[in-house]
């Protein structure tokens, strides 16, 4: 039901730059997790980097003002995910939301799992699942599946790094997996079990790592709602904090001034896909850029009065880490 304009919730917004680790919890979509926590920081523009289902749990970058235009910067990055298995059953949806459709006894060891894991290091085909989000003609694939539809899909490569058998027995065990972006765990789950003789459905999902960020770095709803506007914003990471991982180069102020106009500046460095570029300040971050044959070229770039908003930022974050 949509609620007239004058029985909804306002909160004043503000400028707010930055990058935040968040603990989601299973229930919440990736889009009404990061509302929850826009409206903590009371921010004028928010974005999520990666998307987790409303059943899976752990970390989900958020992106904040500035930091929104980096949040496509890891998406390509290997992720690391602790998968809770059942064996079994199958279901409808590859996990718990659907209805069983076929149950079988299970007969497994760990040594007979341990091995059969084995058959899925490395890079394997894997048929996208009706129920996940992945388009067709414009529209997610679980639309169709809702009503009834199958859609013709075709097979996409993807890369398993690694698979730890933590702990399990009979019906229930835990693994966890490190994979490229685009591995449908529901759909490895689901192949797994069938390698087995048992079928197997996920029974829940908690992503450890995204890159190099780590689940250990995240918070909660929770804690984020026990601090005060000041403490939430010191825990804010800056813009550049997704392209750490990348080279830095740095300009002075003349040339960082004709860069935040769109500029290519001719710099002594070697061909560069992607760099981070700062100005003379260390926390002068002015965008993103690559460098080829002696060009600095400017590919995503903040806008001046972003710039000082971050170095005022940064001031505040320090004052309150000194108290705290």
């Known amino acids: ?20 680790l968040l603990d989601k919890p299973l229930g919440l979509s990736s889009h009404d997790a990061l509302q929850k926590v826009r409206r903590l920081l009371r921010a004028e523009k928010a974005g999520h980097a990666g998307t987790l289902d409303p059943m899976a749990a752990g970390l989900l970058p958020l992106c904040f003002g500035a ?15 602790r998968a809770f298995v059942t064996l079994g059953q199958t279901t409808s949806t590859g996990d718990l939301e659907g209805h069983v459709l076929k149950e079988r006894p299970v007969h497994v060891s760990r040594e007979q799992f341990d091995h059969t894991l084995t058959q899925f290091i490395g890079e394997i085909d894997q048929m996208p699942p009706m129920y996940s989000a992945l388009k067709h003609e414009g529209q997610a694939l679980y639309v169709y599946a809702r009503s009834g539809i199958c859609v013709e899909r075709s097979a996409r490569r993807v890369q398993i790094h690694r698979i730890d058998l933590l702990q399990g027995q009979g019906a ?27 079928g ?24 984020l709602a ?9 825990l804010l990471q800056g813009p550049d904090f997704l392209l750490t991982h990348w080279p830095v180069h740095r300009l002075n102020n003349a040339d960082a001034a004709r860069f935040l106009r769109g500029l290519r500046r001719r710099v002594v460095a070697p061909d560069t896909s992607h760099v981070r570029v700062y100005g003379p300040e260390t ?30 930022q940064s001031v505040s974050s320090l004052a309150v880490s000194s108290t705290s």
């Open 1 to 20: 039901m949509n609620l007239p304009l004058s029985a909804r919730t306002r909160w004043p917004k503000r400028p707010v730059h930055g990058v935040l």
């Open 67 to 81: 930091a929104t235009k980096f949040s496509q910067a890891g998406l390509n990055a290997d992720k690391t995910y």
């Open 172 to 198: 229930d065990w835990v693994l966890d997996i490190t994979c490229s972006k685009g591995t449908y765990i529901r759909t490895l789950v689901e192949d797994i079990g069938e390698a087995l003789g048992c």
């Open 200 to 223: 197997a459905h996920l029974a829940g999902l908690r992503r450890l790592s995204h890159g190099f960020l780590s689940l250990d770095q995240a918070y909660t709803l929770e804690h």
């Open 226 to 234: 026990e601090l005060s506007e000041l403490e939430r914003d010191a």
């Open 283 to 312: 926390q002068a971050f002015l965008g993103s850029a690559h460098i080829t044959a002696g060009d600095l070229i400017p590919d995503r770039l903040l806008s001046s009065l972003e710039v000082s908003a971050l170095l005022s």
